[in-house]
């Protein structure tokens, strides 16, 4: 409709134009230049009015006007050498800019500059020197104009809620006629794609993978000029700064949208709880356990069985929870399977175990070495897929493997047959390797040493334990177990130093590097248990509460704390929490290992420990019998003195 009226008016005003011109041809005086038709402007741009003479015989008495046509509204005047900004209509104060340095060459033009939608219309420039004078008429036809509005003020709304952000496109180009919408959220120092609309499509691949499927448009609203965004389940890291930019034609604009407060949600308040709740529990548990330790030994295992699995199961519902909410896959699968598993590892240490088995140690090891490579392979076939025929081969079979391998070695323990099973264990840090370098493409001469090479600096290893007598205090045994165990953790140095250059564009390199150091030393203990029989966990205690209650607190306190941060400040502060939770299960499971290697050397410090005490104590106790040893004997010899005593010795005289 609106360029139907502009063609209308155009029509209108072009034949009194030519007629204008055709007067000023034929007219005694000179001829006035304007443009060659009408003028289209950008709104709030600036465009020059063209108006010039050819040739003009003296400056003297010249006067040139510039007024708005159908209104006479006096927008600019030269006069007697200067201009008159005090005859200058105030709607055109500091808009309206005269060259007079080019009044000389005969050139009148006018710069008009913060051009609204009320300044279409005709424009007159008449010029007057001496008895001569002259005009000619300057349109504009049509102002374009792009306003783009959204949200003036902070908008709240609850994590896992849905929430819309404004945008309204006002504009006299029709919305089909919009080249381009496009809503990014502002990362750090960078904008990320949320959704684009392109070409009358709605383009839902070129979403940044953080809010596929959790974004559109509402299709209905279109056509008045409406892209507001409705985002869906709305998490914490969507806290931030949001653009909507629209193109169209040479014009953009944009708007700005801030989603500040998040409030938690009803998921959010249930890990809290939960986190408090597990921590609770294994205080209170840990408690009862000490005030029951003098009755019957029944009461104890329940409840140590209790204090070993109820915490874990309460981590375990928290971390599936945080996934649903905040966390990403292979996060939650990993810490909820090592919520799981780790109560195994307690049992191998609890006190009141008769006898540690082995087979809790493998257990663990087998059912985390499926998770952790059934994850891996997940990760590897993303990548893999466009690969050739023979990497995808490669990657099924060592799956494959790990999984016969995993299978063996349980039969093999559970059949007494230890060495047999540490054997068939020993090829899944190679096997991890294989897999990995298929999965990042990292280097083929890499690829090569760990493929080939780190299997045979694996082997001359097992001389040192083989050669070990397992709880025998001597020489050998502490150089051959030293030497074992220095090989292994430059071994877990390397396999940490691969993972971070294979995985250097990963986002989540830091969590993949925490696991795999730990299902290491997850590896060595179950090694080290499977070739050493009769085995015996030293200061159980302490590794029980260490491992049920510290470790328990720790994943607790840091899910908390990355929970609140994130909802508060809208970026995780950990990034992975895996970079906690593995870690410290780690140190829990490296400290097993260690004071099983090095416990006859631990007791035997201990008992020399408290035999440089025992003297002193021998020694005070010594003083202190002698010091009542000479009071009873003052204490007779007073009683002696007595008169009492006097007369029970005259009696027998008389």
Same mark, same amino acid.
């Given at each position: 409709?609106?360029? $139907? ?15 204008? *011109? ?50 006479? &509204? ?18 055109? /104060?500091? @808009? ?7 009044? #000389? %060459? ?9 051009? &609204? ?59 089909? %006629? ?35 499927? @959790? ?7 279109? /056509? ?10 709305? @998490?914490?890291?969507? #806290? ?77 519902? !928290? ?20 919520? $799981?598993? @780790? ?39 993303? &990548? ?29 323990? &559970? ?9 068939? $264990? ?16 990292? !280097? *083929?001469? !890499? ?208």
């Amino acid at each position: 409709m609106i360029d $139907l009226c502009n063609c209308v008016r155009l029509k209108m005003h072009i034949p009194s134009v030519h007629f204008l *011109s055709i007067l000023l041809m034929i007219a005694d005086g000179f001829t006035v230049k304007g443009p060659s038709g009408p003028l289209v402007v950008p709104l709030g741009g600036s465009v020059l009015l063209p108006c010039s003479v050819d040739s003009l015989s003296s400056l003297e008495d010249l006067e040139v006007e510039w007024k708005k046509s159908d209104s006479q &509204t006096l927008i600019h005047l030269y006069q007697d050498g200067d201009i008159r900004p005090e005859v200058q209509h105030e709607d055109y /104060h500091d @808009r309206a800019h005269f060259f007079t340095e080019n009044i #000389k %060459h005969g050139n009148f033009s006018l710069l008009m500059k913060n051009v &609204t939608v009320q300044d279409e219309g005709q424009y007159t420039c008449t010029v007057h020197s001496g008895q001569e004078s002259g005009e000619t008429v300057v349109e504009i036809k049509d102002v374009e104009f792009l306003m783009v509005s959204g949200s003036d003020e902070l908008i709240s709304v609850y994590v896992g809620k849905n929430v819309t952000l404004n945008c309204s496109v006002d504009s006299h180009i029709p919305p089909e %006629h919009i080249k381009e919408v496009s809503w990014k959220k502002r990362v750090e120092n960078e904008y990320i794609t949320v959704l684009l609309y392109q070409n009358k499509e709605t383009l839902l691949d070129s979403s940044d993978e953080r809010y596929r499927d @959790r974004v559109e448009f509402f299709s209905d609203e279109i /056509h008045r000029g409406n892209f507001s965004l409705r985002l869906k389940r709305v @998490r914490t890291e969507d #806290k931030g700064l949001y653009m909507c930019q629209v193109f169209a034609g040479h014009l953009s604009e944009n708007t700005t949208v801030i989603l500040e407060q998040l409030g938690f949600s009803a998921l959010h308040i249930m890990v809290l709880i939960l986190c408090i709740a597990a921590c609770g529990c294994a205080v209170i548990i840990c408690c009862l356990i000490y005030c029951t330790s003098q009755n019957t030994e029944k009461p104890v295992k329940t409840l140590g069985y209790l204090y070993v699995f109820l915490p874990n199961i309460i981590m375990f519902v !928290a971390f599936v929870l945080w996934g649903v909410t905040e966390g990403f896959l292979y996060e939650t699968i990993l810490c909820c399977a090592l919520c $799981l598993l @780790r109560p195994l590892m307690l049992i191998y240490v609890a006190p009141y175990s008769e006898k540690a088995s082995g087979l809790t140690v493998l257990t663990e090891l087998v059912m985390f070495t499926v998770v952790y490579f059934s994850v891996l392979f997940r990760h590897t076939w993303e &990548t893999v897929v466009h690969f050739a025929t023979f990497d995808k081969a490669v990657v099924i079979v060592v799956f494959g493997l790990v999984l016969l391998l995993c299978a063996i070695a349980v039969v093999l323990w &559970t059949c007494e047959v230890e060495k047999g099973a540490a054997f068939i $264990l020993f090829f899944l840090p190679t096997l991890q390797f294989t897999l990995l370098f298929f999965t990042f493409g990292s !280097a *083929s001469r !890499a690829g090569f040493f760990v493929i080939v090479l780190f299997p045979m600096f694996f082997f001359l290893t097992w001389s040192c334990l083989f050669d070990i007598e397992g709880g025998k205090k001597s020489c050998v045994n502490l150089l051959n177990i030293t030497s074992w165990l220095i090989f292994m953790l430059i071994m877990n140095a390397v396999i940490a130093y691969f993972y971070v250059t294979s995985m250097e564009n990963e986002k989540d390199v830091a969590g993949w590097t925490c696991t795999a150091v730990f299902l290491q030393v997850l590896w060595m203990i179950a090694m080290y248990i499977g070739l050493l029989e009769d085995l015996e966990v030293p200061y159980r205690t302490f590794l029980y509460v260490f491992g049920s209650v510290g470790v328990v607190f720790i994943m607790a306190v840091a899910l908390m704390t990355e929970l609140i941060l994130k909802t508060v400040n809208g970026d995780r502060a950990l990034g992975d929490l895996r970079v906690i939770v593995y870690p410290s299960e780690g140190v829990f499971t490296f400290t097993v290992l260690i004071f099983i290697m090095f416990k006859p050397w631990i007791t035997s410090c201990l008992q020399c420990r408290q035999n440089v005490q025992r003297p002193a104590d021998t020694s005070a106790n010594t003083q202190q019998q002698n010091q009542e040893h000479q009071t009873a004997v003052e204490d007779h010899e007073l009683e002696s003195l007595s008169p009492a005593s006097e007369v029970t010795r005259e009696q027998p005289e008389s």
